[in-house]
């Protein structure tokens, strides 16, 4: 039923180096700022909060 074609992909990168490096730091940081919030809350749940003494 769909062998009556053939179907023949190309796939190309247009990548410049300035536009890698820049989704490249914007992961790394993005993701730094995830986890230095995931790791905050976990302290804060645990940790029970900012008590002042």
């Given at each position: 039923?769909f062998?009556?074609?053939?179907?023949?992909?190309?796939?190309?990168?247009?990548?410049?180096?300035?536009?890698?490096?820049?989704?490249?730091?914007l992961?790394?940081f993005?993701?730094?700022?995830?986890?230095?919030?995931?790791?905050?809350?976990?302290?804060?749940?645990?940790?029970?909060?900012?008590?002042?003494e």
């Amino acid at each position: 039923m769909f062998d009556s074609y053939d179907v023949e992909r190309t796939y190309t990168k247009n990548h410049s180096l300035l536009e890698i490096i820049g989704w490249s730091s914007l992961v790394l940081f993005g993701g730094l700022i995830v986890v230095k919030f995931i790791a905050k809350a976990i302290i804060y749940i645990f940790g029970g909060g900012n008590k002042a003494e």
